[in-house]
T-cell receptor
Framework: AQKITQTQPGMFVQEKEAVTLDCTYDTSDQSYGLFWYKQPSSGEMIFLIY??????QNATEGRYSLNFQKARKSANLVISASQLGDSAMYFCAMRDPAYSGAGSYQLTFGKGTKLSVIP | EAGVTQFPSHSVIEKGQTVTLRCDPISGHDNLYWYRRVMGKEIKFLLH????????ESGMPNNRFLAERTGGTYSTLKVQPAELEDSGVYFC???????????FGPGTRLTVL
């Protein structure tokens, strides 16, 4: 069974500071993919970043980076130089398996972290 | 390029009525997913189409839910008859491959009274 845990229901960060949103996952598989999504108040889900379980480098996309620690089963999202527009819900999700042909492609989501950026 | 679109954006119906939600994926995306978020809970997977075929429907809560994707283009999700616990936001998403993130639609907020 898969499970995603986001232990921070809410976070505050000062504008221009960096912030880390925690995500741990539980899987018995070796091949899987990890995703982060942003959901602003308007409701849409915006794909931010992806990390494959066999990727040796941490994924980065602009101001977003994923701190992937496979042994600890954590995939924390780091947002650098926070902006007011970063205020939103952030969801960590996992797809398992990522690379094999069998199995489900579904994403399993955590409960989310509400990030508020303070001017 | 147009994103994933969903219709309607909101729907308010009474218990026992029928509602049909529509999703138009990004053109060329073979994978189409339905997810649901009930208030205060995680976003939950409902089902996955590859083209017109149901690849995985393990998340469908019961037989009151029927999803179709005729011709491998748009998809519909029908709830008949609707119950109070069906209220929530229904998201549709599409993707090209397994390692790419799904592109989500704006969601349909369903309220069953």
């Amino acid at each position: 069974a898969q499970k995603i845990t986001q232990t921070q229901p809410g976070m505050f960060v000062q504008e221009k500071e960096a912030v880390t949103l925690d995500c741990t996952y539980d899987t018995s598989d070796q091949s899987y993919g990890l995703f982060w999504y942003k959901q602003p108040s308007s409701g849409e889900m915006i794909f931010l970043i992806y990390q494959g379980s066999y990727d040796e480098q941490n994924a980065t996309e602009g101001r977003y980076s994923l701190n992937f620690q496979k042994a600890r089963k954590s995939a924390n999202l780091v947002i650098s130089a926070s902006q007011l527009g970063d205020s939103a819900m952030y969801f960590c999700a996992m797809r398992d398996p990522a690379y094999s042909g069998a199995g489900s492609y579904q994403l399993t989501f955590g409960k989310g972290t509400k990030l508020s950026v303070i001017p | 390029e147009a994103g994933v679109t969903q219709f309607p954006s909101h729907s308010v119906i009474e218990k026992g009525q029928t509602v049909t939600l529509r999703c138009d994926p990004i053109s060329g995306h073979d994978n189409l997913y339905w997810y649901r978020r009930v208030m205060g809970k995680e976003i939950k997977f409902l089902l996955h189409f590859v083209k017109e075929s149901k690849q995985d429907e393990s998340g469908m809560p019961n037989n009151r839910f029927l999803a179709e994707r005729t011709g491998g283009t748009y998809s519909t999700l029908k709830v008949q008859p609707a119950e109070l616990e069906d209220s929530g936001v229904y998201f549709c998403a599409s993707s090209q491959g397994r390692t790419s993130g799904e592109f989500f639609g704006p969601g349909t907020r369903l309220t069953v009274l």
